[in-house]
């Protein structure tokens, strides 16, 4: 039933679908029914390997300090066609309702799959300081968020920062984007000890820039101690296909 307040509401002032621009019904919450039947799901969390953890896995291979183990990955739909939008809509022009509508549909997903069942700690990916006090947020902290609310553990912004500026990622290719993310991240275990960690990004595209931060995730830890598994979730993936970076 639509609750009368809504209904004038919508009345007053239409809302429209940010990825259509469609007029919503009153049935309709934060975009349209079409652009929810098409979106573009990728449903790697059903998925152990899968073409998003293949990328992440293949970079960290390469390094001097491999994982063990194979790392898990997830997004929750393919960065494509006006889908795009969702992601510039957070991260530029501060539509946190969106963020959060998608953030909560990806963490119903991450919560009910065998990979991440052993969370016990969410890291959003974190922005230079110079960058988020311009910016004034951090869109992976609303991502984060949601993902540790659903999971019912901890969202941890302390554990993982960058010590330098890295330059915008968006225009570059393949070993760029790896030279230039490489040891800009940090770690620091003092008040924390984690098990398994879920680092979460809005957008992943060659997988280096978490990479990177799984390495210093991993690497951080105080000598002797156990480093964490860590798992990855994103928003949205870069289709492989694509042929970015």
């Known amino acids: ?68 183990q194979y790392l898990y990955a997830a997004a929750l739909f393919f960065y494509t066609g006006p889908y795009r939008d969702v992601t510039r809509l957070l991260k530029y022009l501060r539509d946190f309702e969106l963020g959060r509508y998608f953030s909560r549909a990806l963490a119903s997903r991450i919560a009910a799959s065998p990979q991440f069942w052993d969370i ?47 330059r915008s990622q968006a225009k570059m290719q393949g070993e760029g984007r790896i030279r230039n993310v490489t040891g800009a991240f940090v770690s620091d275990y003092k008040d924390f000890r984690p098990r398994h960690i879920l680092l979460v990004d809005d957008v992943l595209t060659t997988g280096a820039t978490l990479a990177a931060a799984e390495l210093a995730l991993r690497r951080g830890v105080p000598g002797g101690a156990q480093p964490p598994r860590v798992s990855f979730a994103t928003l949205a993936c870069v289709p492989h296909e694509s042929g970015v970076g």
Request: hydrophobic share 40%.
């Open 1 to 68: 039933m639509i609750h009368p307040v809504r209904a004038l509401a919508d009345l007053l002032m239409p809302r429209y679908c940010p990825l259509c621009g469609a007029l919503l019904l009153l049935a309709e919450h934060r975009i349209c029914l079409s652009c929810t039947a098409a979106l573009p799901l990728t449903y790697y969390w059903l998925r152990p390997r899968n073409p998003m953890s293949d990328r992440i896995n293949a970079l960290l291979a390469r390094t001097s300090d491999p994982p063990e």
């Open 120 to 166: 016990d700690m969410v890291v959003p990916l974190p922005l230079h300081w110079t960058r988020r006090l311009r910016r004034g947020y951090n869109q992976s902290d609303i991502i984060a968020a949601a993902l540790a609310s659903e999971l019912g553990v901890p969202c941890c912004r302390k554990l993982l920062s960058r010590r330098r500026r890295t």
